[in-house]
């Protein structure tokens, strides 16, 4: 059973700051992690390479130092990594990145699945997950919170809804997004860890995976961000007045009419 | 301070770091209430192979030496010293097949300690015999093939936990300190049992419990080293293991120390954090100093021992005791600055100054140490003359 793990390089949260001006993250001077939730779909894929054999490839696009993240991935129990990384991959959304990692999935093939996140919490889309699965034209399910059985042709998975969940059985080869119920990420050992830094991680570019120049990195993104802002709370105080009986009264039925209870 | 370790060295450190931000700090409140033995953390280390740093790769450990346990330590330490102590009294059980056993020994013990699937413990102590280990009663009496062992040992860290243990008993009262013999004993073994397990001030993660023996026979291929080599070969373990609790009581002191510059800085009095006044600044300083000096004597230690010197017993003394006298100034210290809220539950201080304790008594007392110490010393100025 071979799967394949995304993963994605982001700053860590306790350091990151917006940029006041450009409203966008400040990438630059902070420590980066692994995204959080591809922890999960790392632990994932090596647990289910322990226990039905194959290997495990992690996969990530992004600058050179995404290599420290694939490194983590090995040091936690994946066989392989594979950096797709191109100055003209620069700046790429969703789309261009689904396209890149697809193809760089395709070009590693023979597996039956691929784990992703359910987003990375920088860009917060939980879109490159299924844009992977559209490109290979492969069937996908997100936000998975448990793999209930799985073969090498199907497997049947748990798919988290907002007061439930859902039971899927899904063909092999797929592609799943999990959500942080699904397990919990194991420490990685010092021999993992001595693997991890002797590791040989495979890198490609734009053409090596015979992607189209011409609709790379931003200028071949069709999502253009024309402004970033934070929205603006508006709330409204009321002081009840008169009794603490009255305001009660007056407090439950105004609570009534806003159907808050 | 930079010590130069070498990657390794940090990867190691670092990942007892993690293990100890994610895994123990979190429980160590409930462990110290609770008293319950630790094994989901020593599972975790286990499994992220911090259980055989010190172990010779022949024996599936890491290949690293006695500073490499050291770091381990001081590290989980700094969250909770039971969880510490636990780990350490594993190595504490180890040591003595490590630095006597036969080549069959090592193969049948060690790479299960060095894989943390078992625990190891040490049983010197008795009743009668504390910092006079020679005053023990626990005999062990040659009878063919076998030794059979009768008696009680008495505050035994990992007691009940542990799958080895590694004991010294009276083989000939007639030699004294000569007539001690070291034996591996095995859980399970008929007539090794376990008495209650010890209601403690502090490292209450711990599990320390006696060792009971009515008439237990081991195999005579269980017998450390030769006969009569007992109490040598306790000596010389506790001379390599002395350094961990340096690093236990060093992981206390340092723990101490971030949470009383933390607090300080947030606490206000009089209008302003109390971190500016003077007197809570030189207190902060003279926490730091000390437990700088501490760390260097320690990894100076360490580094002798792994460098294969051959009399280390007045360096490994000198650690533990600066180290863990620091330990129990700094705790005290660290409560203060905290102030009557470092006297509550609710702050990791108070225990640190619980756990602080133990580091001056157990693996030789403080006292003990000063008298190795001036004994060494003695000797060698006699030499030279
Ligand atoms: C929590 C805990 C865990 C332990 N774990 C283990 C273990 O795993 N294995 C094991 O074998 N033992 C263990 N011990 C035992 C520990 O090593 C002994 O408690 C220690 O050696 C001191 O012995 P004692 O308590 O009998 O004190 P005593 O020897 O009775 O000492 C009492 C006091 O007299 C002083 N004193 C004694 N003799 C002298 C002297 N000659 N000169 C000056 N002062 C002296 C001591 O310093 C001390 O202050 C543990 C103890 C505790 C409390």
């Keep these: 059973m071979n799967v394949i793990v995304c993963v994605k390089q982001v700053p860590d949260p306790a350091e990151a700051k917006i940029d006041k001006e450009t409203k966008t993250i400040v990438r630059e001077g902070v420590t980066n992690i692994t995204n959080p939730f591809d922890m999960y779909g790392i632990e994932e894929g090596v647990r289910i390479k322990e226990k039905n054999g194959g290997k495990v490839t992690a996969v990530s696009m992004g600058p050179p130092q995404s290599e420290k993240c694939l490194r983590e991935a090995i040091a936690m129990g994946a066989d392989e990594a594979i950096l797709v990384s191109d100055r003209a991959l620069a700046g790429s959304d969703t789309l261009v990145t689904a396209t890149a990692l697809a193809a760089a999935i395709d070009k590693v093939g023979d597996y039956h699945l691929i784990i992703c996140g359910r987003e990375a919490i920088d860009g917060d889309t939980g879109q490159t997950g299924p844009g992977i699965a559209e490109r290979l034209g492969i069937p996908h399910v997100t936000y998975v919170q448990k793999i209930r059985e799985i073969s090498e042709d199907k497997m049947i998975v748990e798919r988290m809804i907002e007061d439930g969940y859902q039971v899927i059985e899904v063909k092999l080869p797929a592609l799943i997004t999990v959500v942080k119920d699904i397990n919990e990420p194991r420490i990685p050992s010092l021999r993992g860890m001595m693997k991890a830094k002797k590791a040989n991680i495979i890198t490609m570019n734009a053409q090596d995976l015979s992607l189209d120049p011409d609709n790379l990195g931003l200028k071949g993104s069709p999502t253009q961000v024309i402004r970033q802002f934070t929205p603006e709370i508006v709330r409204k105080g009321e002081v009840l007045e008169g009794e603490p009986t009255e305001q009660a009264a007056v407090l439950v039925s105004k609570l009534l009419q806003t159907r808050v209870v | ?385």
Aim: charged share 25%; net charge negative; aromatic share 8%.
């Design chain 2, 1 to 385: 301070m930079e010590y130069f370790l070498t990657e390794e060295q940090e990867m190691i450190r670092d990942l007892a770091r993690k293990i100890a931000k994610e895994k123990v700090e979190p429980v160590a409140a409930e462990l110290d209430e609770t008293g319950e033995f630790p094994w989901e953390i020593l599972n975790v280390l286990a499994e992220s192979d911090l259980c055989g740093v010190y172990i010779p790769e022949e024996y599936g450990g890491f290949g690293g030496g006695v500073l490499e346990q050291c770091l381990v330590v001081e590290e989980l330490s700094k969250a909770c010293s039971g969880v510490a102590v636990s780990y350490a009294a594993s190595g504490l059980g180890s040591f003595p097949i490590l630095l006597f056993g036969t080549e069959e020994q090592k193969q049948k013990y060690i790479p299960s300690v060095a894989s943390g699937k078992s625990l190891a413990a040490f049983g010197l102590t008795e009743a009668n015999a504390g910092s006079d280990a020679g005053a023990m009663e626990t005999t062990a009496v040659k009878d063919g093939d076998h030794y059979i062992l009768n008696g009680t040992k008495q505050w035994i860290t990992n007691g009940g936990e542990a799958d080895i243990y590694t004991v010294i008993a009276v083989t000939d009262k007639t030699k004294g300190s000569r007539g001690n013999s070291a034996f591996i004993v095995e859980k399970g073994t008929p007539g090794f049992t376990f008495g209650k397990k010890e209601n403690k001030m502090g490292i209450r993660a711990s599990t320390t419990r006696e060792l009971i023996f009515q008439d237990c026979r081991i195999p005579k291929e269980n017998l450390l080293g030769r006969e009569g080599m007992g109490f040598i070969v306790a000596m010389k373990t506790l001379d390599v293991t002395r350094p961990g609790i340096a690093a236990q009581a060093l992981g206390i002191a340092s723990g101490a120390l971030e949470a009383a510059l933390n607090y300080a800085r947030e606490r206000r009095q009089f209008g302003q954090p109390i971190a500016s006044f003077q007197a809570i600044q030189h207190m902060l300083a003279d926490m730091a100093i000390q437990i700088e000096a501490a760390r260097a004597l320690l990894y100076s230690t360490a580094r002798m021992i792994d460098s294969g010197a051959k009399n280390y017993s007045k360096e490994s003394s000198m650690c533990k005791v600066l180290a863990s006298d620091v330990a129990m100034k700094v705790t005290v210290d660290a409560v203060q600055i905290f102030g009557g809220y470092g006297y509550m539950k609710e702050y990791p201080v108070e225990k640190m100054m619980r756990d602080a304790k133990i580091t001056q008594i157990y693996e030789g007392t403080n006292q003990i140490q000063r008298n190795i110490i001036a004994l060494e010393m003695i000797k060698e100025a006699a030499r030279k003359r």
